[in-house]
T-cell receptor, first 114, second 114 residues
Framework: KAGVTQTPRYLIKTRGQQVTLSCSPI?????VSWYQQTPGQGLQFLFE???????NKGNFPGRFSGRQFSNSRSEMNVSTLELGDSALYLC?????????????FGPGTRLTVT | AQSVAQPEDQVNVAEGNPLTVKCTYS??????LFWYVQYPNRGLQFLLK??????LVKGSYGFEAEFNKSQTSFHLKKPSALVSDSALYFC????????????FGSGTRLQVQP
């Protein structure tokens, strides 16, 4: 079974621009979560989507948004980029059900804002 | 609110010696606990989880973890370290109710010397 895929792997943007990152979960997984990883703040939860609905949201400004499509693929968007948005953005998918709790992570998208 | 503490930024151990990476947690309700490993420029790889049952959990690559409810700890262990185990290790927790998002510790860098 293919793992979680994220595109693009690397991205360089300028302050003020906006960016869209994509995540394809493992086949059969309907829950997708996004995390931001930085050296200073560590791993922080952004949001979770299930069946095209945002189920949970972390403490990030409204510039960070996401969505999920009917095939469970998810995108996150960051508008008006700031230097502090430079980070590794990780997507994770989970199969819903009593036995399945672990999240499987993609390789991440490394975003650099200059 | 849920939280995870990994008190050691770095753990150094000689190859062949046992290793322990410490983790303590705080969560409402019953904890679901996880260990992940991250290699350079890679996403997080799932190692093991505790949901319920035996306090000693066995996972991938010879790792195991011991759940201690009274001490709210979930330390990661391996009887004999390998140089290839050198990586960044994250402990994570979520409660059995409410928000499904994982809360991660700050990470512990494991360095295994030949």
């Amino acid at each position: 079974k293919a793992g979680v895929t994220q595109t693009p792997r690397y991205l360089i943007k300028t302050r003020g621009q906006q960016v869209t990152l994509s995540c394809s979960p493992i086949s059969g997984h309907r829950s997708v979560s996004w995390y931001q990883q930085t050296p200073g703040q560590g791993l922080q939860f952004l949001f979770e989507y299930f069946s095209e609905t945002q189920r949970n949201k972390g403490n990030f400004p409204g510039r960070f948004s996401g969505r999920q499509f009917s095939n469970s693929r998810s995108e996150m968007n960051v508008s008006t980029l700031e230097l502090g948005d430079s980070a590794l953005y990780l997507c994770a998918s989970t199969m819903e059900g009593a036995r399945y709790y672990e999240q499987y992570f993609g390789p991440g998208t490394r975003l650099t804002v200059t | 609110a849920q939280s995870v503490a990994q008190p050691e930024d770095q753990v150094n151990v000689a190859e062949g010696n046992p290793l322990t990476v410490k983790c303590t947690y705080s969560v409402s309700g019953n904890p679901y606990l996880f260990w992940y490993v991250q290699y350079p420029n890679r996403g997080l790889q799932f190692l093991l989880k505790y949901i319920t049952g035996d306090n000693l959990v066995k996972g991938s690559y010879g790792f195991e973890a011991e759940f201690n409810k009274s001490q709210t700890s979930f330390h990661l262990k391996k009887p004999s370290a390998l140089v290839s185990d050198s990586a960044l290790y994250f402990c994570a927790v979520r409660g059995d109710t409410g928000r499904r998002a994982l809360t991660f510790g700050s990470g512990t860098r494991l360095q295994v010397q030949p």
